[in-house]
């Protein structure tokens, strides 16, 4: 049924009677009572305003009777649920006729009015139609309006899921105060661990600490019993698993204010709490690296400075030679625990690059042997060592790759009881080289064989102290092995058991010979050539000059930078070494000076600095410096730089 134009439409009565006399008398009496009447010349017209709204029909009975398709009847049988049509039957006099029984069983809604009818009784019959017929078109708006409300309602609930949905924290509801129906959104299943259409009965169990909260004692109980939950820090215990989380929850109320459920906020810390721990844990290694950096620093500097008080009274050549040995063995021990942590630094930020050369990875360990073998012999250890009968070649950094092998025999040294046995073995299988140092010391707890690659990480055995050493060794090794395509792992059967490292890395193959280590020469003369040295630190000043002087050069030396140009000047030296960090003139701003004067292009300038990363040495190269030396400068490295710079004689 199409709606009408309005009230008017909503009206109508339809007349469809013998005549149209029978018409337009019925349709004055009922004008005159205020009623609209429509009338219709035949069935099919009836048909086409009943499409349109209408109030009632006032059909004759011998109208009806023709409706031998069942028009009428077709029309009343599609009407919508909540339309009944009135229908006002004109019968003719006499007794009941077969059309008027057929009428009043087909047409649900019909009124029979006996013919001839008074007027009064008419318009009676007709207005209480049209009263009836209004309430159904009420109805109609009605349920118009209460669907277009559930339609906005189910949309906006699936705007609210959607909503919850996507929300990263778990939400969970409950309807009634006894928490006895709990849904919940996608997070809420996910974090408690309930598939969907499951329920979350039963399945939570909630703890302040180690003591389990009551069930009346829940957040969400609370809540549904009136009391608001903020911010409450707990433990939710699933099956074996246990989430710490903060948990929100506020009552829902009915209209009287009254509590009839609950909704509740639970957010994840599980992974905020891990990362808590790791950083205290990593707070207390990093306390404990500080200790051992102070207690390995002082080691050395002790016997330093007991060697620097007997130098200043002792005269016999034999004791002072004793004593420089002394010294110079501590100060490499702390350039190499320097060193080792410069090496981490680099490393752990990706700045270290591989000088990498073809080599005979033979050659490697035994230098790595070489280097280790003082620990080894202090321990009175015997090393047993089993190498391939042919060269190995590879590509490598053979300095760090040797600096590997030293690190892991030296960590068997230190923690094999004396007189221990080491191993290193070398097998090739399937383009790889296998490298295995194994000991029969302490061992290692299954629990930490993970952890031993860890900075500041120090094997313990049972509950003593750790060995001495910064911890960085063997994070050195794993990331050092890694850089080279290769990996590590330590193995041990625990407390007392010894341990094992082994050490794959990648074989290419390759063609021609390898190279050997260079052989550097114990001395060397500067005979001829001039220096110049510049650094405010007087003491580091003078022993470099003495070391230049002793090895036959020509040495001056100034504290300011902003005495160089004129330093350059009066000796005229070949090498300026240049301190960087110097008051009122640093050392890059002296190198560009110089560089921007022609008369010192043949001046070659060396950065001699306690600044070492990469970053320093570009700002070096950007300056004008040729060379860049870190402090503590070894005799091999200045020899490296020197050597070719001294004139021919």
């Known amino acids: 049924m199409k709606p009408g134009s309005g009230t008017q439409a909503e009206d109508r009565l339809l007349l469809l009677v013998p005549t149209s006399r029978d018409a337009q008398l019925s349709e004055q009496i009922l004008g005159r009572a205020g009623v609209t009447c429509t009338p219709c010349p035949g069935l099919e017209q009836l048909s086409a305003e009943l499409d349109r709204d209408v109030a009632a029909l006032l059909i004759a009975e011998e109208i009806y009777a023709v409706d031998h398709s069942g028009l009428l009847a077709a029309w009343l049988a599609r009407q919508e649920p909540w339309s009944d049509l009135p229908i006002i039957l004109l019968a003719r006099p006499g007794s009941d006729s077969e059309t008027l029984t057929r009428a009043v069983e087909q047409l649900s809604n019909v009124t029979v009015i006996d013919r001839p009818t008074r007027i009064a009784t008419l318009v009676s019959v007709v207005r209480s139609a049209i009263r009836a017929r209004r309430r159904q ?16 309602l189910r949309e906006t609930v699936e705007e609210v899921r959607t909503l919850l949905d996507t ?10 105060t006894e928490t006895s129906r709990i849904t919940g959104n996608a997070r809420a299943h996910a974090l408690l661990r309930v598939r969907t259409g499951e329920k979350f009965d039963g399945r939570v169990r909630v703890f302040d600490g180690d003591t389990e909260v009551p069930f009346e004692r829940h957040p969400l109980t609370r809540a549904a019993r009136g009391e608001n939950v903020v911010a409450e820090h707990v433990d939710l215990r699933i099956d074996d698993s246990v989430i710490h989380a903060m948990v929100w929850a506020t009552p829902l109320r009915n209209l009287r204010g009254e509590p ?21 844990e990593s707070d207390r290694r990093k306390d404990e690296f500080l200790a051992i950096l102070a207690h390995e620093l002082r080691n050395p500097l002790a016997p330093v400075r007991t060697a620097l008080d007997i130098l200043k009274r002792e005269t016999q050549p034999g004791t002072r030679q004793n004593l420089h040995e002394i010294i110079e063995r501590q100060v490499e021990t702390m350039v190499r625990l320097v060193n080792d942590l410069l090496d981490v630094s680099r490393i752990a930020r990706g700045t270290t690059d591989l000088d990498e050369q073809i080599v005979d990875l033979r050659q490697i360990v035994r230098s790595a042997i070489e280097i280790s073998q003082p620990l080894i012999a202090a321990g009175r250890h015997r090393l047993s060592t089993q190498l391939p009968p042919d060269p190995v070649r590879m590509r490598a950094d053979p300095l760090r790759l040797a600096q590997v092998f030293a690190n892991l025999l030296n960590n068997a040294a230190k923690y094999t009881p004396v007189a221990g046995e080491i191993a290193i073995r070398v097998d090739i299988a399937d383009r790889q ?6 000991d029969d010391g302490i061992g290692i707890a299954k629990e930490m064989l993970t952890e031993v690659f860890d900075m500041f990480r120090q094997i313990r055995e049972g509950g003593q102290k750790p060995s001495s ?3 960085i060794g063997l994070t050195l090794v794993k990331r050092l092995v890694e850089q080279h395509q290769g990996s590590v792992v330590a193995e041990s059967d625990g407390i007392g058991c010894g341990s094992r490292f082994i050490v794959h890395l990648p074989l290419t193959p390759i063609d021609g010979s390898s190279k050997t280590f260079p052989q550097s020469e ?4 500067l005979r001829g050539l001039r220096v110049l040295v510049a650094d405010d630190n007087e003491d580091a000043a003078a022993v470099l000059r003495q070391l230049i002087q002793m090895l036959g050069g020509v040495c001056g030396v100034v504290n300011d930078g902003e005495e160089v140009l004129d330093a350059l000047r009066a000796d005229k030296p070949s090498v300026a070494i240049l301190d960087i960090g110097m008051p009122h003139l640093d050392g890059y701003t002296v190198a560009r000076r110089i560089r921007a004067l022609p008369e010192f292009d043949d001046v070659v300038l060396v950065a001699l600095t306690g600044w070492g990363q990469d970053e320093d040495k570009r700002r070096s190269r950007e300056a004008g410096f040729d060379f860049h030396l870190v402090k503590p400068a070894a005799y091999d490295a200045l020899k490296a730089v020197l050597a070719p710079l001294v004139p021919a004689p």
């Open 260 to 280: 009839r459920g609950a909704l509740a906020a639970i957010l994840d810390l599980t992974e905020q709490r891990r990362a808590e721990l790791a950083l205290r």
């Open 522 to 525: 114990s001395a060397f003369s």
């Open 433 to 438: 080289a296998r490298i295995v140092i194994e």
């Open 469 to 471: 050493g910064l911890g």
């Open 167 to 176: 929300l990263p924290i778990g939400v969970v509801m409950t309807s009634d």
């Open 137 to 152: 078109y009420q109805l109609r708006e009605h349920l118009v309006l209460r669907e277009r409300t559930e339609t906005q």
